[in-house]
């Protein structure tokens, strides 16, 4: 019989049976391709699988197979396994796949994995290092100290000093701390991967704690380009809490993680492969390598029909019927015995059950109190737990090793380690190595023990396990808190049970684990609440209700669940203000808190309720610095993890300012969103000063980076250029690359609005860089967006229109409220431009629906007015022109670039005074480009309007100038056209109009501009038929200007020749719509709008349709 009795990947090899991998020929062809572009750094293909069945169906021993495949490829494979009983226990698969590569990497080896080499050797990498995608990699000591989070060990072994590396360490925000922990994993893979390819496989993911799955996926992102493999095996199983506790994974958290998940697989990063039950015709080719032999008909029918296709569970009903003697070989065949009584069990469970009934009961009922333990366990703390002598226990144990139940528990033997590999042996050992330990062969075995205890039996034996292994870790028992917390907490036992989720939510703060922290608080705050507020912990620094609810909400609050958050903050507010003498500091916090996540709710008046409350709390607080000294003694590890590992002693002085500089800056954002700019601004560099003399750079970058925006367009930009870099630098010092990103996004914008090209393409390749190393998936709709608004100046439609498309589809992946509605308006301003109107106006409409609750709002309503009122819809123009120039300006960048389409749209109506009041303000915009519309040719048609013909004049030639030197093709040539009616109007001579419209009508051609070309044509057209004798025309075009512009002052002119209905079929042909056009517009019949012109041309006395547009033109109509 050859059914293995051992898990693969467990490191007990010489208790496996080597079996053949039956069927699978798909699944190991996927693996094949996958392991080669790893190996050979192939640009294309996923380097990330999951594979994924129901128990039993051959998931690790397929895992088994591609860490055998990667060895033969010279592979580092780096493997572990979750367990149930680990999975509030952050990072644990991941810390037991490292531990060993640390430990076998010599001392040399790994300071240069780590970024430690020789100073001159360091200082050329740095040089190297100056592009965008080394900016902003760890080396180094934040590198170290980052990693000591998970191996505490590392600095010592590296010759460091904790206090003293902990001195060196950024003052840095929770996230960007996670971001480093995450970052510092993937640097250390990345570096060791370039000498040799690496297989990273985590089995059983199911059970694996929240903080590993995230820390994979992003090293999925991270580690795309990298020769970094990752495996993942789970089973579909929901996740469980322990001792009734709720699922911390809300649904809302749950379906983003699947649409990650389904990016990835979208994007072509992560591989799916799920595996179904074995064929009959692999089945019965792996019973045959079970039983090797003749096996009779029916023995094989019967088992075979009993598995379907569950490898695991066929040997377990081979395993039973050799291990009973009821399947014996006798000269090659398998031979049957009582054939008529063999039963066989209906499931795994009946079948592992069947298999431990071999055992004695004594050896069993010891089996079922060590499965409790977990998937090992020390033997000298069960030996405590059954209140037995070790030595007594020990023919138990043999007995269970000889039926392979268990096994010694031995990672590599003495005679295996090279002298080096001695030295760092201690360091990176489990702490709880020097114990005897004992490993269950399977996990489904422990799975069966476990099931078989009743309820009350299980908590009284969970107890004692607790007391059993605190004082077999004895003074290395904080180590192990989430372990001891949880049999405490399965055992009953309060006090211990609290102590130690209290000290097991502050290791998960410290590793960034947020979800992990929430459940042992949530069940600390459930003991406390459950005795009224007695104490249940003889130590001081039991924490009180409302400090464990605002630690909880704040780290709700960090995980974006903004719901639970605002519960929490709230719970933690009424048992403040139900205290007798409540901290000011506490309050100060909380409210703070909760005007933060109100403030990301959109529920302004609370929000700015809160801070309020809390700023005052803040000012009172002077005479409370004991109070906050109890604080950082109740709650050493800071729930906003400020300050970073090893700076819990922090001076009270210190944590005041740390917290007004939230303060501020919260109050700041608060004030941008209400548009308030001014406010704002004092308030940001107030924060700025402070965070200044704590050495905080994040929060200088932050302060600065505000105010830069609030600076805007006009006559700052150039100030507000430089506070965006000087933090965006910031940003890079301390190795933030989202921040840094978006900074560089909005740099590349700004750019190309003054014109910069370069620059703007330089800044937003830089960003797409780091976007796509780090995963910023927000950053990649951005990028596409500003690559098509660069495509949409140079006229290039079609590469506009890809990148349009692309930045779309991200926002609509990723319900980015403030990207749709941009991206919507650059499509319609496309379309427009482009001559396709229709579609242009469904875009707008879209645009504005999807502003509605954005600060594009205006922006957006007044962009669509000024298409109106360019394509002649005067009375529906008029209504969203007003509309927009009623909402109030936002603040920053985000307000005044839309000005200039309000006072052309406005000029375009014939309203020069409400053009009048926009005009001074946009003189200040001068030299900008705001959706390829230059800034310098509105003010050049603002002032043909009005007559002022040398002012009009200088701002064509600006706006030649920027185009010319951007590139920005379509707008020259609506320039210059605008110069051609313009010629037109002062009455020039008519080649100057002929040579103008010639050269317009060369680049829109060239553009594909058809709409535009036939425009042009019918003002060159007309400019001929209106044409008088060259001896007269220089005498007559000064008293034609000068009689135009009177009548249009006057409200005389055309008004007075044509009626009502002639001005608006004369103004729509002179914006260049057909006959049927003008008729859908105006709501007539196409013979009706050919009547009204007919008596256009016999009132104005032209001969035709372009020689009418040309004197509306010159009259100033149009």
């Not at 936002?890 to 005074?913: K, N």
């Not at 200040?924 to 959706?931: A, E, I, K, R, T």
């Not at 594909?1008 to 038929?1025: F, I, K, N």
Request: proline residues 4%.
């Amino acid at each position: 019989m050859q059914a293995p009795f051992v898990d693969p990947l467990i490191k007990l090899e010489r208790l496996r049976t080597p079996l053949p991998l039956i069927g699978r020929s798909f699944e190991l062809q996927v693996i094949r391709v996958l392991l080669e572009t790893v190996a050979q750094d192939v640009a294309v293909g996923a380097r990330a699988l999951t594979i994924s069945g129901e128990m039993g169906v051959g998931k690790t021993r397929l895992l088994a197979a591609l860490c055998q495949e990667a060895s033969r490829r010279h592979f580092l494979v780096l493997e572990a396994s979750a367990y149930e009983t680990g999975k509030t226990i952050p990072y644990f698969p991941i810390i037991e796949a490292l531990r060993p590569f640390l430990r076998s990497t010599s001392r040399d080896q790994l300071r240069h994995y780590l970024g430690l080499s020789p100073l001159s050797q360091q200082e050329d990498d740095e040089e190297d290092a100056t592009g965008s995608q080394g900016a902003l990699s760890l080396a180094g000591e934040p590198l170290i100290a980052a990693l000591t989070r998970l191996f505490p060990e590392l600095p010592t072994f590296l010759d460091y000093e904790k206090r003293t590396l902990y001195e060196h360490v950024e003052l840095l925000s929770p996230d960007l701390e996670k971001f480093r922990l995450f970052d510092a994993v993937a640097t250390l893979l990345e570096h060791a991967a370039e000498e040799q390819p690496i297989v990273l496989a985590i089995d059983d993911l199911q059970w694996a704690d929240s903080a590993s799955l995230e820390l994979m996926l992003y090293l999925t992102v991270r580690l795309h380009t990298s020769r970094v493999a990752l495996i993942g095996v789970t089973r579909p199983e929901p996740p469980r809490g322990y001792n009734g506790e709720e699922s911390l994974i809300s649904a809302e958290a749950a379906t983003t993680a699947a649409r990650v998940v389904g990016d990835l697989m979208r994007q072509g990063m992560l591989l799916l492969l799920p595996l179904s039950p074995l064929s009959q015709e692999e089945a019965t080719e792996h019973l045959q390598a079970l039983l090797p032999g003749v096996v009779p008909e029916s023995v094989q029918q019967s088992l075979l029909s009993r598995a379907e296709g569950n490898p695991f569970f066929l040997e377990e009903l081979v395993r039973t019927l050799t291990l009973s003697q009821q399947l014996l070989l006798r000269n090659g065949i398998w031979q049957a015995q009582r054939v008529n009584n063999i039963k066989l069990p209906d499931g795994i469970v009946l079948a592992v059950e069947q298999r431990l009934y071999s055992l004695s009961a004594p050896c069993r009922d010891l089996l079922q109190v060590a499965a409790l333990f977990g998937r090992s366990f020390p033997l000298d703390a069960l030996a405590m737990v059954v209140a037995g002598e070790v030595n007594d226990l020990l023919a138990l144990i043999d007995e269970a090793v000889g039926a392979a139940i268990i096994a010694s528990d031995v990672i590599v033997s003495d005679n295996e380690q090279t002298e080096e590999e001695n030295a760092i042996w201690p360091l990176f050992l489990r702490e709880d190595m020097p114990m005897q330990r004992y490993l269950f062969c399977q996990g489904i075995v422990q799975e069966v023990l476990i099931a078989s205890l009743p309820a009350n039996r299980v908590r009284q034996l969970h107890g004692a396990i607790g007391k059993a292994l605190e004082s077999c870790y004895a003074e290395d028992s904080v180590k192990h808190a989430a372990e001891l917390a949880r049999h405490y907490a399965l055992g009953g036992e309060k006090e211990a049970t609290l102590r130690w989720s209290l000290q097991a939510g502050e290791d998960a703060v410290q590793q960034q684990a947020h979800r992990e922290a929430i459940g042992h608080f949530r069940l600390a705050l459930k003991l406390l609440e459950a005795e009224k507020g007695a104490k249940i912990s003889s130590s001081e620094q039991q924490p009180s209700v409302a400090e464990l609810f605002m630690s909880i909400g704040e780290l709700w609050l960090m995980l974006g669940e903004l719901d639970p958050a605002a519960h929490a903050l709230q719970q933690a507010l009424q048992r403040l203000q139900q205290s007798s003498a409540p901290s000011p500091w506490l309050l100060s916090r909380v409210n703070r808190l909760l005007g933060d996540t109100y403030r990301l709710q959109a529920r302004y008046d609370q929000a700015l309720a809160h801070l309020q409350i809390a700023s005052n709390a803040l000012d009172e607080e002077n005479g409370s610095q004991e109070q906050v000294g109890k604080m950082v003694e109740h709650i050493r590890w800071r729930p906003d993890s400020y300050y970073g590992v090893g700076a819990v002693e922090l001076q009270t002085g210190k944590l005041n300012t740390s917290e007004r500089i939230h303060m501020l800056q919260s109050q700041a954002t608060l004030q941008v969103l209400l548009n308030r700019p001014q406010e704002a601004e004092t308030l940001l560099w107030q924060s700025y000063h402070l965070a200044i003399s704590i050495g905080d750079r994040g929060g200088q970058a932050f302060a600065l980076h505000w105010v830069g925006y609030l600076r805007g367009w006009g006559e700052q930009i150039h100030e507000t250029i430089r506070l965006q870099e000087q933090a965006h630098t910031l940003y890079l010092a301390i190795g933030d690359p989202f921040r840094a990103t978006l900074g560089e996004l909005g740099l590349g914008m700004i750019y190309q609005g003054l014109g910069e090209m370069e620059k703007s393409r330089l800044y937003s390749l830089r960003a797409m860089e780091h976007a796509r190393r780090y995963g910023i998936r927000r950053a990649f709709g951005w990028f596409h967006w500003n690559q098509g608004m660069m495509a949409y100046s140079l006229g290039e439609w079609e590469n506009s229109m890809a990148h349009l498309q692309e930045a779309l589809q991200e926002a609509m992946t990723h319900d980015d409220a403030r990207l749709k509605p941009v991206v919507l308006l650059t499509l319609a301003e496309l379309a427009f431009r482009r001559g396709n109107w229709r579609e242009a106006e469904q875009l707008f409409l879209d645009s504005i629906q999807a502003a509605t609750a954005t600060e594009w709002f205006p922006s957006t309503i007044a962009l669509y007015g000024h298409f109106l009122a360019v394509t002649g819809r005067r009375v529906a123009a008029r209504t969203q022109l007003d509309r927009a120039a009623a909402i109030a300006e936002p603040p920053g960048i985000d307000g005044s670039f839309y000005l200039p389409f309000l006072a052309e749209g406005y000029i375009h109506l014939d309203l020069p005074d409400q053009a009048a009041i926009y005009s001074e303000r946009i003189r200040n915009l001068h030299s900008f480009v705001y959706y390829g519309n230059a800034v310098d040719r509105i003010l050049g048609v603002i002032a043909a309007h009005m007559g002022n013909w040398a002012e009009a004049e200088e701002a064509f030639e600006n706006g030649l100038l920027l185009c010319q030197r951007m590139g920005n093709r379509p707008e020259e040539a609506a320039i210059l056209y605008e110069q051609a009616r313009m010629a037109m109007m002062r009455g020039e001579v008519v080649t100057r109009v002929h040579t103008l419209c010639a050269e317009a009508r060369e680049i829109f051609l060239a553009c594909g501009m058809e709409r535009a070309v036939a425009m042009v044509d019918t003002l060159h057209d007309g400019a001929d038929l209106l044409a008088e004798p060259a001896d007269t025309a220089e005498q007559e075009a000064v008293s034609q200007t000068t009689e135009a512009a009177a009548e249009r002052a006057n409200g005389a002119g055309l008004e007075q020749q044509l009626t009502k209905r002639e001005l608006e079929v004369l103004r729509l042909v002179a914006e260049g719509y057909t006959d049927r056009e003008v008729a859908d517009i105006l709501i007539i019949s196409p013979r009706t709008a050919n009547r009204h012109l007919s008596n256009i041309f016999m009132k104005l006395d032209v001969p035709g349709r372009a020689a009418a547009v040309a004197y509306a033109v010159r009259q100033g109509l149009v």
